[in-house]
């Protein structure tokens, strides 16, 4: 639906529920995912996640949010020491990088980041092995708090799991844990490259969801 720069990154900041909402109400995000990675035990799930921290996969459209931008958002927006250690490795401050382009550009935001806040900021950069779903009863947390949402919304969809990858879950899931006003996301969804059928039947049934 987007461009065709598309890019993921995948990072950690403590509990993923409100680091997938916070980035999924990001203008030129395209789909958001929470799971478990940065571990080396397979097939982890909530209830045994062995050395895994809970992390969030971000897809991205590169023509119109930068991942130095996605990155200064990260860190302006959790405190790495307060989370490191806690649960052991389940919540960490964490970047996952899948080249060696995506490395430097952590380690160069990281450094600048250091110097502009004036101290080390205990954050993991490592290369991503795998990268794990967590259970669908996790993904997109906040959107799933309002049933008329999801009934409304579902319709849509032929899957649950479709909406669940789609941007605009993305960004009601930022609207309903406060991140967004849902006035700029029904604007930009107007300007969303999709046919005019599609847009008004979206439009007109994010309008009629009782938050």
């Known amino acids: 639906m987007f461009g065709n720069e598309m890019e993921v990154v995948t990072l950690?900041?403590?509990c993923f529920w409100s680091p997938e909402a916070l980035f999924g109400s990001l203008p030129g995000v395209v789909r958001t995912r929470v799971g478990y990675a940065g571990g080396t035990?397979?097939?982890p799930t909530y209830r045994e996640m062995g050395d895994h921290?809970?992390?969030v996969e971000i897809a991205f459209d590169a023509d119109r949010i930068s991942c130095d931008e996605l990155l200064d958002i990260f860190w302006n927006n959790h405190k790495?020491?307060?989370i490191n250690g806690f649960k052991g490795r389940q919540y960490q401050?964490?970047?996952l990088y899948r080249d060696?382009?995506?490395?430097e550009a952590f380690n160069r935001m990281k450094e600048?980041?250091?110097a502009a806040k004036g101290q080390p900021l205990e954050t993991e950069i490592a290369p991503l092995a795998a990268f794990y779903p967590a259970e669908p009863r996790h993904q997109k947390y906040y959107l799933?708090?309002?049933p008329d949402a999801m009934e409304k919304l579902g319709s849509l969809y032929d899957s649950e799991e479709e909406l669940m990858d789609s941007a605009l879950a993305a960004r009601l899931n930022g609207v309903a844990k406060g991140y967004a006003n849902l006035a700029p996301v029904l604007q930009e969804i107007q300007a969303w490259p999709l046919a005019e059928p599609d847009k008004a039947a979206i439009l007109e049934r994010v309008k009629q969801i009782r938050w």
């Not at 060696?100 to 490395?103: D, G, I, K, M, N």
């Open 112 to 114: 600048r980041m250091e």
């Open 100 to 103: 060696e382009r995506q490395a």
């Open 41 to 43: 035990t397979e097939q």
């Open 53 to 55: 921290s809970e992390t």
């Open 12 to 14: 950690g900041m403590g």
């Open 93 to 95: 401050s964490l970047l």
């Open 144 to 146: 799933k708090r309002y």
């Open 80 to 82: 790495p020491v307060n």
